[in-house]
């Protein structure tokens, strides 16, 4: 895309936006509501408004390489928290996609430089599912496991968030979900993951609440 053409976009853009409802801005700069917080990652092919179908100031997003959720990393945490307690949201989705650069580094490791750190909580993914995952032998196969196998690790992530926890406890949400996109087909694909089970098993490990 020719630089210039961005600002031309823009304006065509607005216009359209105009067109159908001349307080389209109005409505926009009045604030946010969103119900949802994405979390996905920074991949340009994947654009979580475009995939649902979604407007502006329906969805708050977070996007990083492989759409990691790293307890030490404030930037997660910042938005995490910042969607949970003061936008309220009521879901929460950890979005994947096949064909993910992130995801293809951990399975064939080498020196990456500056995310030889970020990987490596991708990197402990494979380790967790080594033996599930070297049990397939088909390389694409494999591949795409990965994906869905970091988005169900991501989601217990978030789990593990005091803000996300502090708000179960107080409101019963957000719902924490997890999806994959997949580029071949266009598709979001619901994992079907029931976060709420899983964290029980673990509960005693990451619970913040003392359990009476």
Same mark, same amino acid.
């Given at each position: 895309?020719?630089?210039?053409?961005?600002?031309?976009?823009?304006?065509?853009?607005?216009?359209?936006?105009?067109?159908?409802?001349? *307080?389209?801005?109005?409505?926009?700069?009045?604030?946010?509501?969103?119900?949802?917080?994405?979390?996905?990652?920074?991949?340009?092919?994947?654009?979580?408004?475009?995939?649902?179908?979604?407007?502006?100031?329906?969805?708050?997003?977070?996007?990083?390489?492989?759409?990691?959720?790293?307890?030490?990393?404030?930037?997660?945490?910042?938005?995490?928290?910042?969607?949970?307690?003061?936008?309220?949201?009521?879901?929460?989705?950890?979005?994947?996609?096949?064909?993910?650069?992130?995801?293809?580094?951990?399975?064939?490791?080498?020196?990456?430089?500056?995310?030889?750190?970020?990987?490596?909580?991708?990197?402990?993914?494979?380790?967790?599912?080594?033996?599930?995952?070297?049990?397939?032998?088909?390389?694409?196969?494999?591949? *795409?496991?990965?994906?869905?196998?970091?988005?169900?690790?991501?989601?217990?992530?978030?789990?593990?968030?005091?803000?996300?926890?502090?708000?179960?406890?107080?409101?019963?949400?957000?719902?924490?979900?997890?999806?994959?996109?997949?580029?071949?087909?266009?598709?979001?694909? *619901?994992?079907?993951?029931?976060?709420?089970?899983?964290?029980?098993?673990?509960?005693?490990?990451?619970?913040?609440?003392?359990?009476?």
């Amino acid at each position: 895309m020719d630089y210039k053409h961005i600002f031309e976009n823009n304006e065509a853009w607005i216009q359209e936006k105009l067109n159908l409802n001349p *307080d389209y801005f109005k409505q926009l700069a009045s604030g946010q509501q969103p119900e949802y917080l994405y979390i996905g990652c920074s991949d340009s092919r994947v654009t979580a408004e475009d995939l649902m179908g979604a407007q502006p100031g329906e969805v708050f997003i977070h996007r990083n390489i492989a759409n990691q959720i790293i307890p030490t990393d404030t930037n997660v945490n910042a938005v995490v928290q910042y969607a949970v307690e003061h936008l309220k949201v009521k879901h929460v989705i950890v979005c994947g996609h096949y064909e993910c650069g992130g995801v293809k580094a951990a399975l064939n490791p080498s020196d990456m430089g500056q995310l030889n750190n970020w990987l490596q909580t991708l990197r402990d993914v494979y380790r967790l599912h080594r033996e599930e995952l070297d049990c397939i032998e088909d390389a694409h196969k494999r591949f *795409d496991k990965l994906v869905e196998l970091n988005v169900r690790e991501q989601c217990m992530n978030l789990l593990k968030l005091d803000h996300v926890q502090k708000s179960w406890y107080k409101t019963g949400y957000p719902k924490v979900h997890g999806w994959v996109f997949d580029v071949h087909t266009g598709r979001l694909l *619901d994992l079907g993951l029931n976060m709420e089970k899983e964290f029980l098993a673990i509960r005693s490990i990451y619970d913040l609440k003392p359990i009476h």
